[in-house]
Nanobody
Framework: QVQLVESGGGLVQAGGSLRLSCAAS????????MGWFRRAPGKEREFIAF????????YYADSVKGRFTISRDNAKNTVYLQMNSLKPEDTAVYYC?????????????????WGQGTQVTVSS
C-alpha cells in the first residue's frame, strides 16, 4: 500500500504562487508514476502534471504549461507542484496520485493511490 498526503494549499491572489507537497509512505516508489490532478466545483477531475519517480521528462496539461512545475525529492519521498502566475480558474481541490503502471499518464482511472486533496483558492 502507498499512502499519499498533500499539503500546501490555501488562499492566494491572482498572480501569486503556491507550492503543493505530496508526501508518500508505505513502500518505495521506484518505477511508479506520480501525477497531480485537480477538481473544480461542478467539473470533472482534470489532469495537471506527471513525473516518473525514477526520472525523465515531466508532462503537463496545456492549461498549466509554463506556469506549473512538478518535481520530486527522492530522499524525502515527496513530490511537489510549484504553481506560479495563478489564475482564478486554477481554484480547485488538488490531488496527487501514484501507480505502478507506466501507462495512462493523464488518465485518473489508471492511478491506484490517491491523497485526500488540498484546497487551492485563487481570488481575483
Amino acid at each position: 500500500q502507498v499512502q499519499l498526503v498533500e499539503s500546501g494549499g490555501g488562499l492566494v491572489q491572482a498572480g501569486g504562487s503556491l507550492r503543493l507537497s505530496c508526501a508518500a509512505s508505505g513502500r518505495t516508489l521506484i518505477g511508479y508514476k506520480m501525477g497531480w490532478f485537480r477538481r473544480a466545483p461542478g467539473k470533472e477531475r482534470e489532469f495537471i502534471a506527471f513525473i516518473r519517480w525514477s526520472g525523465g521528462s515531466p508532462y503537463y496539461a496545456d492549461s498549466v504549461k509554463g506556469r506549473f512545475t512538478i518535481s520530486r525529492d527522492n530522499a524525502k519521498n515527496t513530490v511537489y507542484l510549484q504553481m506560479n502566475s495563478l489564475k482564478p480558474e486554477d481554484t480547485a481541490v488538488y490531488y496527487c496520485a501514484a501507480d505502478q503502471s507506466p501507462l495512462g499518464w493523464t488518465q485518473a482511472q489508471t492511478y491506484d493511490y490517491w491523497g485526500q486533496g488540498t484546497q487551492v483558492t485563487v481570488s481575483s
